[in-house]
């Protein structure tokens, strides 16, 4: 059919749909749902959902129902039976652990243990590429009939999934140059990807000789450290002194990756910022969240490299899963070069734990 719109781009109206508070319908092997992210939810909404009748149940992820003392039957996500009685507020409450400190007892939340978990794991994986939080609703249909004359946005739960893990492809927009204070001669690449997604930069200072290894940077973008100096990480400092090492050597490529907060976006790592000063470190925020310690995808650092023709590189970064995965997807990590370079009394501890938990090094 003319027009018939792709997968790809299905996903993107579903993601927006996601982000506005609007159900997607998800199909599977096993049957279909409606999906409706938590944080979102309307008063509208949830009673709409509960017009259809039918179990509604609140998938979260293991780390978010660990924290709720939920039983997480599928092992990877918990499915929390939505008693008729609870509202919008209970569902944000469970949702989001801003106030678990103040009201610590939710329970006792019930869990299913029959039946299958892979469109609440599909919902999980739709609303987290969505920087929301990871807590869906999600409605089995016995009847799609009751819902196929609404517009609704609808997708293989099997097929979301798989292209949600899809190695993302960038494809060049546009360069130009750009002299900066630690180098005249920088040039400012933007790369779009063919998903939808976000775009990613690369900086590239001097003219580096493909024949050799790269001084290379993949720097995730961090909105408080790079651009409003906070003290809380050593994100500006990085940024500055990687840069300025690449004007001394006259050559190399940094790529400004849009990966905000490890990969959960800017509101989210707010929360995560939250719920450290009231005392959670860096890992622990995430998990509360419902999140993993670190959620970026770095073949696509990886895959950007590779597309401007850098095969060897020597790499500014203490995180030693950079070097593995560059490893891992095609790049020849000829050396690490540390960078460490900021440090503060805000961000000691903050440090200490990327070291003891995520294996940075010191
Ligand atoms: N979720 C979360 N993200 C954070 C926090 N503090 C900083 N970040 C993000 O962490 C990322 C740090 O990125 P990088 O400096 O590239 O990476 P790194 O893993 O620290 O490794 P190297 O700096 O290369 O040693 C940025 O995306 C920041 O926004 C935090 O407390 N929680
Ligand atoms: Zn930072």
Redesign the pocket.
């Known amino acids: 059919m003319a027009f018939a719109l792709t997968l790809v781009e299905k996903i993107n109206r579903a993601r927006a749909d996601m982000r506005l508070g609007v159900p997607v319908l998800l199909s599977g092997p096993d049957g279909a749902a409606l999906v409706l992210a938590a944080e979102v939810a309307t008063p509208q909404r949830l009673a709409d959902l509960r017009g259809l009748g039918g179990e509604l149940v609140l998938a979260l992820t293991r780390h978010r129902a660990e924290t709720l003392k939920a039983r997480a039957y599928d092992g990877d996500l918990a499915r929390v039976i939505v008693p008729q009685e609870m509202d919008c507020a209970w569902l944000r409450a469970l949702a989001d652990p801003a106030d678990d400190l103040r009201h610590p007892m939710k329970g006792p939340l019930m869990t299913k243990r029959d039946g299958q978990a892979d469109l609440h794991r599909a919902a999980l994986a739709l609303v987290k590429s969505a920087q929301l939080l990871p807590a869906v609703l999600v409605l089995p249909l016995p009847d799609m009939q009751a819902v196929q004359d609404l517009g609704l946005t609808m997708l293989d739960a099997e097929l979301l999934r798989a292209e949600l893990q899809r190695e993302t492809v960038l494809a060049p927009v546009i360069s130009a140059r750009l002299p900066m204070v630690a180098a005249q001669a920088g040039r400012v690449h933007i790369f779009r990807p063919r998903d939808g997604g976000v775009e990613h930069y690369a900086i590239e200072i001097g003219q580096p000789d493909r024949t050799k290894p790269v001084l290379a940077r ?5 909105f408080t ?1 790079d651009v409003l100096g906070s003290l ?4 500006g400092p ?1 940024l500055q002194a990687a840069l300025a090492q690449m004007g001394r050597e006259g050559a190399g490529v940094l790529l400004y990756l849009n ?4 990969g ?1 976006g800017l509101a989210n ?1 707010m929360r ?2 939250s719920l ?1 000063d009231q005392g959670f470190d ?1 890992v622990e ?2 998990h509360r969240l419902g999140f993993e310690d670190d959620e970026r995808d770095f073949r696509i650092g990886a895959g950007l490299l590779r597309t401007m023709g850098f095969r060897q590189v020597r790499l500014l ?3 030693p899963r ?1 070097v593995e995965m560059l490893d891992a997807h095609g790049l020849n990590v000829v050396e690490r070069v540390a ?1 460490r370079v900021g440090e503060t009394d805000e961000n000691r501890a ?1 440090l200490a734990t ?1 070291a003891a938990k995520s294996g ?1 090094l010191l």
């Open positions: 993949l720097h995730s973008a961090c450290g809380k990480c050593d994100c990085q990966q905000e907060g490890r959960i790592k995560a910022y450290q860096t925020a995430n970064t203490n995180n950079k960078l903050y990327k940075h």
